[in-house]
Structure formats: structure tokens, C-alpha cells
């Protein structure tokens, strides 16, 4: 897809450490049909935006203070589509057990973001 297409992908942004979401959010400003609609620091934060926010597409550190990745989603009654993003690859297994979309690894490769946003798009246009 390109980026004039028109549909948008509504993100929020999951992660403890305000670089790690800096980060994301300059990635992800690269696409055009992307716009991150919340940012939240802890699965706290994220329920209560996800409660509040249409979304389309989460992007989720696992290891948080006070609750991981994994914690959230079992937290909540619907489930938007989710990518992994986490600097320990011991969990990228059981991140794809999890029916997550994807898992990136940090730090974020640009190409295989946009891997990733491609599969969420063909998955929110269906």
C-alpha cells in the first residue's frame, strides 16, 4: 500500500521508557496512513486509553513496570491487533503464541516496521 491510500491505521503506542515511544512515534510518522491517537506508559494507561479510544493497532512492550504486555491482553474484553515490541528476544515465542500480529525487536529496523504495518493493513481492510 501506499501512503496516499485512504485508510488510516489508528495507533497507540505501549511502553514504559518515553524514548522507546519517542522512538516509535518518529517511525511511524513516516508512513502517512498512520496516526498515533494515545501514547501510555503502562498497561494501566493503556487499558483505560483502549476503554476511551478507538484503535486500530497496538504496538506493546512486554516488560513493564507494573504489568507486562502479555498482562494487558489478557485485561481486555476486545482485543485490537497487536505488535510486540521488546529488546528481549526470549520472548518472541511467545509473543507469536499470543496470535499477536507481529514482534519487533528493538531497536525498531524502519523496513521491518513498515513489514509490519503492511500485514496490519491487509488485516484492518478485510
Known sequence: MKDNQKKEIRVLIVDDERLARANMKGLLE?????RVVGEARN???AE???GEL???LVFLDIQMPGGS??????RLEYRPNVIFVTA???YVT???ESQALDCLLKPVDPDRLGESL???LLLIEK
Open 69 to 74: 504486555g502479555f498482562d494487558l491482553l489478557k
Open 43 to 45: 498497561i494501566t494507561e
Open 88 to 90: 528481549h528476544d526470549q
Open 30 to 34: 513516516e508512513h502517512g496512513y498512520v
Open 54 to 56: 478507538p484503535v486500530d
Open 94 to 96: 511467545r509473543a507469536s
Open 48 to 50: 483505560k486509553i483502549l
Open 118 to 120: 503492511q500485514k496490519a
